[in-house]
């Protein structure tokens, strides 16, 4: 009888096993195929370039400087790569010191697609800066000090939501002031995407002007899981103001690649050209032309000269070429996203 017993039981746990185990395979199986049929969806889902009028299938790029009014060096960099067709597209940080200048270039070239790098954080050891508020009315912005702090964990970890929609409207604000609109906003080391409050507060300004965010089509989930795996925060929350936002998004964002050489940041750029997906992408850097005082600022002062002299280099130019590259800026984004109302 003992015997028996332990048969029946053993029977018992095999089926009992047997029965979970089914469950968890199809629980798998059904995951799976949610998976596979989120990325079916995003590949058969038009691009935002395929949406804004684009022809489908084609790599449109918007090479775009970064870090503009931070110092002489980079706005000569970036006069002299728009005036020459380089480039598309650049944005100024409005409480950097050379900031001012850039504007009033803006002001007097109009055709040119300038916008602003919303800025909340002062990274270097000795050249820094402050909000365009008065301190007072910003205190969390603010390290020991009275600059803005180094990280984007600083800042995360010491301002409101409030505080950043206050500086980022003052930001807008004096740009205006000194006589350009700005054709778009975006954010010094991506700071408006540190927190989802501060993702709602950008999303909103942006509305509001009616100027266009770098704000990424996220229903993509390769591009979620890609951007989620880089640390941002993207919660559902995120997910949700991106699908609602009304205002164009890009298909992808992405930067120039760093090297060790100026020929490797060539054959660098050229694979990350290679690897993109068709549909809208912008690609940013930081040109600066190489002086002593661009030595004594930033250690990234080789990728930054290396930067300002590689899109008028013959052999990437041919190769952009060859590969039937598209070139856009926020301009035209928005004269085509008009057309689509």
């Given at each position: 009888?003992?015997?028996?017993?332990?048969?029946k039981t053993?029977i018992?746990c095999?089926?009992?096993?047997?029965v979970?185990?089914?469950?968890?395979?199809k629980?798998?199986?059904?995951?799976k195929q949610?998976?596979?049929?989120?990325?079916?969806?995003?590949?058969?889902?038009?691009?935002?370039a395929e949406?804004l009028?684009?022809?489908?299938?084609?790599?449109v790029?918007m090479l775009?400087?970064d870090d503009?009014g931070?110092?002489?060096e980079?706005?000569?960099a970036a006069?002299q790569?728009?005036?020459a067709?380089?480039?598309q597209?650049?944005?100024?940080m409005?409480?950097?010191?050379?900031?001012?200048?850039?504007?009033?270039?803006a002001?007097?070239?109009?055709?040119?697609?300038?916008?602003l790098?919303?800025?909340?954080t002062?990274?270097w050891?000795?050249?820094r800066?402050?909000p365009?508020?008065?301190d007072v009315?910003?205190?969390?912005?603010?390290?020991e000090d009275?600059k803005?702090?180094?990280?984007?964990p600083?800042?995360?970890?010491?301002?409101?939501a409030?505080?950043?929609e206050?500086?980022?409207r003052a930001?807008i604000?004096?740009s205006?002031a000194?006589?350009?609109?700005?054709?778009?906003?975006d954010?010094?080391?991506?700071t408006?995407?540190?927190d989802?409050?501060?993702v709602?507060?950008y999303i909103k300004?942006a509305?509001?002007?009616?100027?266009p965010?770098n704000?990424?089509?996220?229903?993509?989930p390769?591009?979620l899981?890609?951007f989620r795996s880089k640390g941002y925060?993207m919660?559902?929350?995120?997910?949700?103001m991106?699908?609602?936002y009304?205002l164009?998004?890009?298909?992808y964002?992405t930067?120039?690649?760093?090297?060790?050489?100026y020929e490797e940041k060539i054959?660098?750029?050229?694979?990350?050209?290679?690897s993109l997906e068709p549909?809208l992408?912008?690609?940013?850097?930081?040109p600066?032309?190489?002086t002593e005082?661009?030595?004594?600022?930033?250690g990234?002062w080789?990728q930054?000269?290396w930067?300002?002299?590689?899109?008028?280099?013959?052999d990437?130019?041919?190769?952009f070429e060859d590969?039937?590259?598209?070139?856009?800026n926020?301009?035209?984004?928005?004269?085509?996203f008009?057309?689509?109302?």
């Amino acid at each position: 009888m003992k015997n028996i017993t332990i048969s029946k039981t053993l029977i018992i746990c095999v089926v009992a096993m047997t029965v979970a185990n089914c469950g968890q395979k199809k629980q798998n199986t059904a995951q799976k195929q949610a998976q596979s049929e989120m990325a079916m969806t995003a590949k058969t889902a038009k691009t935002w370039a395929e949406k804004l009028g684009w022809p489908a299938g084609k790599k449109v790029i918007m090479l775009h400087a970064d870090d503009i009014g931070m110092c002489p060096e980079a706005n000569t960099a970036a006069k002299q790569q728009l005036e020459a067709g380089d480039i598309q597209s650049a944005a100024v940080m409005i409480p950097c010191p050379n900031a001012e200048e850039f504007i009033r270039y803006a002001k007097n070239n109009p055709k040119m697609d300038i916008g602003l790098h919303l800025t909340l954080t002062s990274e270097w050891k000795t050249h820094r800066w402050g909000p365009v508020t008065d301190d007072v009315e910003v205190p969390g912005l603010l390290d020991e000090d009275k600059k803005f702090w180094h990280t984007v964990p600083q800042v995360v970890q010491h301002a409101s939501a409030d505080e950043v929609e206050k500086e980022i409207r003052a930001q807008i604000e004096q740009s205006i002031a000194w006589g350009h609109r700005p054709d778009h906003i975006d954010t010094h080391m991506g700071t408006l995407f540190g927190d989802p409050s501060y993702v709602k507060v950008y999303i909103k300004v942006a509305e509001e002007y009616g100027i266009p965010a770098n704000i990424i089509d996220i229903s993509n989930p390769t591009v979620l899981a890609e951007f989620r795996s880089k640390g941002y925060p993207m919660d559902d929350t995120v997910v949700k103001m991106s699908e609602n936002y009304t205002l164009p998004k890009l298909d992808y964002f992405t930067s120039a690649p760093k090297a060790d050489t100026y020929e490797e940041k060539i054959g660098s750029f050229k694979e990350l050209i290679n690897s993109l997906e068709p549909g809208l992408t912008e690609i940013i850097f930081h040109p600066s032309v190489l002086t002593e005082n661009l030595k004594g600022i930033t250690g990234s002062w080789q990728q930054r000269s290396w930067e300002a002299q590689m899109f008028s280099d013959p052999d990437l130019n041919q190769f952009f070429e060859d590969e039937g590259i598209l070139f856009t800026n926020w301009q035209e984004i928005m004269e085509r996203f008009g057309k689509m109302k």
